[in-house]
């Protein structure tokens, strides 16, 4: 979530990895999206590293364009 992001960079995290699965009941893309904002929103640059749904090429687009910096395929 949003707020664990925060207390990790909060703690010295240089970087959060996001990992969701359909199991936790909320999409992969919908968690990536709820830490950029809440990241960004405070003004941290936090490397963001991605993975979790991502099945095709396109999943990886749209992951980066969400603003992940890595991400990786599963």
Known sequence: SGIDAMRAVGSGASAVWVHSNFAAGASPISVLRTVVATLRGNHMMTEIFF????????????????????????
Request: net charge neutral; hydrophobic share 45%.
């Open 51 to 74: 993975s979790g749904g991502v099945m095709r090429g396109t999943d990886a687009i749209k992951a980066l364009g969400f603003g992940a910096n890595c991400v990786f395929l599963d």
